[in-house]
């Protein structure tokens, strides 16, 4: 009876901890989005990379944004991005060619840069994990699981810097155990951005094939 007792109390206690943590990390990610939606604008540099050693790939590149809102200008593998609040606008330079397309708000699995930052605050459970130190910078991780058994992701690591509640780096498993490793490299708000930052012109690219598909 005895034994039986004490492995009751190591389980409520075992419980209620887990409970806590969830609602630390839970805590702690809607500090982050919550300072994120603040700024006026955000522009930051990243470094990407992705390895998964059953199909021998590893690939690693650099990107920058430049995000208002849901606004915003992404280069990313050679190719700038243009969201303009209605059309999207992929520029490729190496084949000088443009695509144009409506913006779709249905289409949910369209990660944007505004959502690569938020993300996290539906669809996952939530639990607290290590503290390391990154160049002097306290890095939090809170582990994620989706709470859809058809997703493919078996975890997310969201590092995050304690003192400015901004995201460090983000560290996805596949079940297929590719690896996605995304680094901010550099991160800056509330810049002076012109009035038509965010604006496609087309006589920039007087040679470049355009290609409207809607």
């Known amino acids: 009876m005895y034994k039986l007792i004490r492995v ?3 389980f409520f206690i075992t419980f209620s901890l887990s409970a806590q943590n969830s609602q630390k990390a839970k805590q702690l990610l809607d500090d982050v989005s919550s300072k994120i939606k603040g700024y006026e604008n955000i522009v930051f540099d990243f470094k990407y990379s992705y390895a998964n050693p059953n199909s021998n790939l590893n690939q690693e590149t650099k990107g920058n944004v430049c995000m208002k809102g849901d606004l915003y200008i992404l280069n990313f ?8 609040g209605k059309k999207i606008y992929n520029i490729v330079p190496e084949d000088e060619e443009i695509t144009i ?5 249905e289409k949910k699995d369209d990660l944007t840069p505004s959502k690569m930052l938020t993300f996290f605050t ?3 459970k939530y639990s607290w994990d ?3 130190n990154v160049k002097g910078r306290k890095i939090q991780y809170v582990k994620l699981k989706p709470t859809d058994g058809k997703d493919n992701v078996k975890e ?6 304690i003192q400015t509640k901004h995201i460090y780096n983000l560290i ?4 297929d155990s590719g690896k996605t490793t ?11 951005l012109s009035k038509n930052h965010f604006t496609f012109t087309e006589s920039k690219y007087p040679n470049y094939y355009i290609n409207r598909l809607d």
Do not use: A
């Open 8 to 10: 009751i109390i190591v």
């Open 77 to 84: 593998m050679g190719i700038t991005r243009i969201f303009d």
């Open 101 to 105: 397309s409506s913006y779709d708000s």
């Open 122 to 124: 539906s669809g996952y």
């Open 130 to 132: 290590i503290l390391q």
């Open 156 to 161: 997310i690591l969201i590092g995050i810097d």
């Open 172 to 175: 996805q498993v596949d079940d």
């Open 182 to 192: 995304f680094t901010i490299n550099s991160f800056k708000t509330n810049q002076p």
